[in-house]
């Protein structure tokens, strides 16, 4: 049995403590944000309003604090969005963590100063000296995990002997692990697939968005490889896997299909989607400093005109 503190009391976090506590790990969540998400799981019953479950009776609650994320952990997962890591990257460089870290959040940081893109496993590492930091991603959809939809998602770390203890803590029947070294090339994917599950989104037909979902694939490939990944990496759980499931339902593709028919993205989202994060449009926005200078711009035209429609909020226009 592991000591657990799972970060972020969001769907995913949530969900994620479900197998970890049939594998009888000691879990402790906590919820460092949203009061939602506070009332919820330090209520007596646990119902999680986004997912619609009870949540385990033997998941711990305890409100976050510096004191918490010192006391003793055997790992301790990431699981806020992306507007929450650089906060969670302050809190754990200010208490001088050192223990292992899994992140399960998606998506990447561009560093205004240094001009650079960093995965989150290499920001942490970098701007908090943790060493040994896991990423885990794939298709998991989290209110599929709550009800033990099975699913197989992949654990990467350099020391793939380490992914795969991990592995061995907290894959059950319904929550499959398969294991990685490629731990930038699965960050790429699993952060990119939320810009082209819009653009697939985008297209009206299932031929036109087959279409699209092919030309994503390699684009995908193009900047897994420019930013030191594996090309394969892309298609396994982390690209293809994870792109399939965003762009069948999720909230990115929702807004593609806007995209697709006309709107502006502005419009788009004050009319249809208002309540919504889209993770696609928060990427776009973040990396389009660096990607419209820096990456080939005859590799990525998907990529590219999908960046302008949002940070100029414009039509889009794509051209296959
Ligand atoms: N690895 C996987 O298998 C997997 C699966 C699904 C989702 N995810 C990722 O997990 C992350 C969370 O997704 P979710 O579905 O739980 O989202 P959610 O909206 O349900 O929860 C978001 C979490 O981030 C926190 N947060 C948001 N803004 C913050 C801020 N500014 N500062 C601090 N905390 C903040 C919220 O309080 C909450 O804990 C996303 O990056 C998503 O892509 C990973």
Do not use: W
């Amino acid at each position: 049995m592991k000591k657990i503190l799972v970060i972020g009391g969001g769907a995913m976090g949530s969900a994620f403590t479900i197998p970890c506590i049939e594998k009888k790990n000691d879990v402790t969540i906590t919820e460092p944000y949203s009061k939602r998400f506070i009332r919820d799981l330090s209520s007596k019953k646990k119902i999680h309003s986004a997912l619609k479950i009870r949540l385990p009776k033997k998941l711990k609650f305890r409100r976050f604090s510096d004191d918490l994320l010192r006391e003793k952990f055997d790992l301790l997962v990431i699981a806020l969005s992306l507007p929450g890591i650089d906060f969670i990257r302050k809190k754990l460089k200010h208490n001088k963590i050192k223990i292992p870290v899994l992140v399960l959040t998606k998506g990447l940081k561009y560093l205004s100063k240094k001009k650079k893109i960093l995965t989150i496993s290499e920001n942490l590492k970098k701007n908090c000296g943790i060493k040994n930091v896991s990423v885990l991603k794939g298709p998991c959809l989290a209110k599929e995990l709550a009800r033990k939809n099975q699913t197989r998602v992949v654990i990467a770390n350099k020391n793939i002997n380490f992914a795969k203890k991990i592995g061995k803590q907290i894959s059950t029947k319904y929550y499959l692990t398969e294991f990685s070294r490629d731990v930038i090339g699965v960050e790429v994917c699993s952060a990119i697939k939320n810009i082209y599950s819009m653009i697939i989104g985008a297209g009206q037909s299932l031929n036109a968005s087959s279409n699209l979902f092919q030309k994503s694939i390699i684009e995908m490939k193009y900047v897994t490889k420019y930013f030191r990944g594996k090309e394969e990496t892309t298609l396994g759980l982390a690209g293809a896997g994870d792109l399939y499931v965003s762009a069948a339902g999720g909230r990115n593709s929702k807004m593609g299909s806007y995209l697709g028919k006309g709107y502006s993205f502005k419009t788009a989202k004050k009319k249809f989607m208002p309540n919504d994060t889209v993770e696609g449009e928060q990427l776009a926005r973040e990396i389009a400093p660096f990607v419209l200078k820096k990456l080939d711009k005859n590799k990525i035209p998907l990529m590219r005109s999908l960046i302008t429609t949002i940070i100029k909020n414009k039509k889009l226009k794509i051209k296959v």
